[in-house]
């Protein structure tokens, strides 16, 4: 069974940089695809970032040329790269991955919540003014 640990969450100024750790264990495979996601208080759980291994990545629009996604296949590890944040990143950040991708699907389903069935527990950020 997939497990997900996050890490590398914290608090920072605004301007500020971080750099999330995802570390996929409990299978050999390289999964299809993986994702950050976010949940601010009292909001909805958000895609930010999605890569499929080996091939296309992509990104919420508030955060594109700021944030980048990219996984380490050795060590199996996906991390993002957050630069320039703001106070509107806080969040808890969460990881999420997909084994196997199914035969049809529109690029837009790589952001949602609802197509990725493993999950980590998530890490904290805190951009402060």
Same mark, same amino acid.
């Given at each position: 069974q997939v497990q997900l640990v996050e890490s590398g969450g914290g608090s920072v100024? @605004? /301007? /500020?940089?971080?750099r999330l750790?995802? +570390? =996929?264990? /409990?299978? !050999?495979? !390289? *999964?299809?695809?993986?994702a950050w996601f $976010?949940? %601010?208080?009292?909001? &909805? $759980?958000e895609g930010v970032a999605?890569? +499929?291994i080996g091939g296309q990545s992509v990104y919420l629009d508030s955060v594109k040329g700021r944030f980048t996604v990219s996984r380490d296949n050795a060590k199996h590890t996906l991390y993002l790269q957050?630069? @320039?944040l703001?106070? &509107? =990143?806080? %969040?808890?950040?969460?990881?999420? &991955? $997909?084994?196997? %991708? *199914?035969p049809y699907y529109h690029t837009s389903a790589l952001l949602? *919540?609802?197509?990725?069935p493993n999950w980590g527990q998530g890490t904290q950020v805190t951009v402060s003014t």
């Open positions: 100024q @605004s /301007g /500020g940089s971080l750790s995802c +570390v =996929d264990s /409990g299978s !050999t495979n !390289t *999964p299809y695809a993986m $976010r949940q %601010a208080a009292g909001k &909805e $759980r999605a890569l +499929v957050m630069n @320039s703001k106070p &509107e =990143d806080t %969040a808890i950040y969460f990881c999420a &991955e $997909r084994s196997s %991708a *199914p949602l *919540p609802s197509w990725y």
